[in-house]
DNA sequence: GTCTATAAGATGATAGAC
DNA sequence: GTCTATCATCTTATAGAC
């Protein structure tokens, strides 16, 4: 039951933001009382924070396959992209922490923290996979890895935004031209 | 009256997003009545019309001042990319339509056909820079300018809602460097 | 134009029966 | 665990006095 009420409440902050549904409409959906809600999730909050660690988990856990796996900078980068892009079900859902992030000064301390470590996690992994392809002579960018990283970061949120306004663009690509341009990454 | 409304509300919708304040929080901070906000803006859609309306028509005002000085397309775009973060408060607030965009199945169809709008003129905006750049040799990218001045607003985009989370990150740069690399500009 | 007063409904939350 | 019942409060919105 419990990962029920969070995978509707996810499936409503993607679409509509944290501060946009209520117990009502999560009730509503689940065919259940409001009371029972509260049950699992006392306080909105704890449902927030209870969003955030299944999802930050989910993430953890694919980046952890992918490194296992251990291929080469670019299949880890590629796997990367394409996991980022299914969680979020292809722009119709936005990444849970560009919703929460948009909404940021509205939720609580807690909930700000774990949002930060899950933008230091992201960035920091994917800093350490593009430094490896540029010491592995495939990639190719100036300056350090980290500022790069942060930028294929704040393209892939910024991209999800814009998808969502333009449904009628093509599917993402597996990986976005702008990121090949960022690496000198050559086809 | 109708301005000072339109400011704070605008203010809020950057800080917390649009479902996050009520009449109440602006009535609060404008020393007024909620009522009295009734009387400009009957129906909250009407505000999230008027807040649009006029953060459209300060870009469309700035984009146009910016065409008719006719510099070159680096100094168009340098000119673009220190408004756009001028009008975004350094991160403080965000780009008014990156929260819209987050909440964008909450709101009114109007509402979210400007928005489309705004992205749509800017992106179209960005892309003639950028082409008359590169006829000029002074830009190089692969593939049409339109996708490439869609990275671009992606990624302003999302550099808002990561530079929300980690506001000790150096300020933005007068051109970030992503874009630098994006379109091979030569320092 | 701004106010008081107020309505009708939503919202987060709790107590207590089953 | 789930329910009914209930709460205080907030929210959008309107009517009507000044």
């Known amino acids: 039951m419990k990962e029920r009420i969070i995978d509707v409440a996810q499936a409503l902050v993607q679409s509509r933001g944290f501060n946009a549904f209520s117990y009502r409409d999560l009730a509503d959906r689940i065919l259940i009382r409001t009371a029972s809600i509260h049950y699992y999730f006392p306080k909105k909050d704890d449902l927030a924070r209870a969003l955030i660690e299944r999802y930050r988990s989910d993430f953890e856990g694919a980046i952890q396959d992918i490194d296992c796996t251990a291929r080469s900078p670019q299949d880890r980068l590629s796997a990367y992209l394409k996991m980022f892009l299914e969680l979020s079900k292809g722009g119709s859902r936005l990444c849970l922490f560009a919703v929460f992030?948009?909404?940021?000064?509205s939720l609580s301390e807690t909930v700000q923290e774990e949002i930060k470590i899950f933008y230091e996690?992201?960035?920091?992994?994917?800093?350490?996979?593009?430094?490896?392809g540029r010491r592995a002579g495939l990639f190719s960018f100036p300056g350090g890895s980290r500022d790069v990283a942060s930028a294929i970061f704040s393209f892939l949120e910024g991209e999800m935004l814009v998808q969502r306004v333009f449904p009628s663009k093509e599917p993402f690509p597996e990986v976005p031209d702008a990121i090949r341009i960022l690496l000198s990454w050559g086809p």
Chains 1, 2 share one sequence.
Do not use: F, M, R, T
């Open 101 to 105: 992030s948009a909404e940021l000064p």
């Open 121 to 132: 996690k992201n960035i920091q992994w994917i800093g350490d996979v593009i430094d490896d």
